[in-house]
């Protein structure tokens, strides 16, 4: 097992900058994870680790073993250079090392004949996109595509807030027209959340085929999504204000949708 006991190591320096700055993991297609839960999603979603990171005081062998990582692909380390890696205030003691995926839309395949599908344009905060890729993996969504990025989707704050949801939705990024034109394609029923034009999110059926899209609280969705939509939909506001955060929105949305796919068609 290799050692690393200095924060000047010039691998440990390349790894401060994958996880600091999208540019960097965008070059090199790497990322960072951190804690055991998270580590073991990356794995089950069939994520390729290059290296594993581990402090041995606070690291089982049980869980190291359950990782199946070659012991050339073990680096141990000290407290210094963990404290140093890790984003977290919380301390697992493990630090994977990832390769991305090429999450392009054409790589998405449905089992469900009818499936559902969240879409997210444009939002900015990686808490937001965490907390909604939460909402898809509780409600077991069919794909989660991200329309027009803000964030770069292995930012440590997403998968953080997603609990490691990053690495169990099946997902696509893409432009918002790249995204619309496979909906289309697939003839998959468009509810865009917007004021304009729009219904009450409970007057409509999502049984069949259905992809629920919200966008940001400044500026909601791009008129593309509007122009799109088989019905533009909204959820009524009862109070002084008229928007709420849009993880609550989707979250709302898709389990309206759940709820309406307990009954048969």
């Known amino acids: 097992m290799k050692q690393i006991s200095s924060i000047q190591n010039p691998y440990i320096k390349e790894l401060v900058k994958l996880q600091e700055k999208s540019r960097e993991r965008k070059k090199k ?25 581990i402090l041995p005081e606070l690291v ?5 073993q359950s990782t199946e990582i070659e012991p050339t692909q073990l680096i141990e380390i000290t407290k210094e250079v963990y404290q140093k890696l890790a984003y977290r205030d919380s301390t697992e003691g493990v630090i994977a090392v990832a390769r991305a995926k090429q999450l ?34 509780a409600a077991k969504v069919d794909a989660v595509f991200i329309a027009n990025p803000k964030s770069d989707l292995f930012n440590p ?47 409509n059926d999502y049984r069949k085929a259905t992809a ?12 593309v999504w509007r122009d799109a939509a088989t019905q533009n939909i909204n959820i009524p506001m009862q109070g002084e204000i008229d928007s709420m955060n849009v993880s609550v929105a989707a979250a709302i949305l898709t389990f309206e949708a759940k709820r309406q796919r307990a009954f048969t068609l």
């Open 212 to 223: 629920l899209v919200v966008g940001t609280e400044a500026t909601g969705l791009t008129q």
């Open 29 to 53: 297609g790497l990322f960072i994870v951190e804690g055991q839960r998270e580590i073991s999603l990356v794995i089950k979603g069939n994520y390729t680790i290059e290296s594993l990171l």
């Open 157 to 203: 704050n997403i998968i953080r807030s997603s609990v490691g949801c990053v690495f169990t939705n099946q997902i696509a990024i893409g432009t918002s027209e790249e995204v619309i034109g496979f909906l289309q394609k697939q003839h998959i029923n468009i509810y865009s959340a917007t004021l304009q034009n729009s219904n009450e999110y409970h007057k």
């Open 104 to 137: 392009s839309v054409d790589n998405i395949r449905f089992d469900n004949p009818n499936p559902l599908i969240l879409v997210m344009e444009g939002i900015e905060k990686p808490g937001n996109v965490g907390a909604m890729l939460r909402t898809a993996d």
């Open 60 to 64: 089982s062998k049980e869980f190291i």
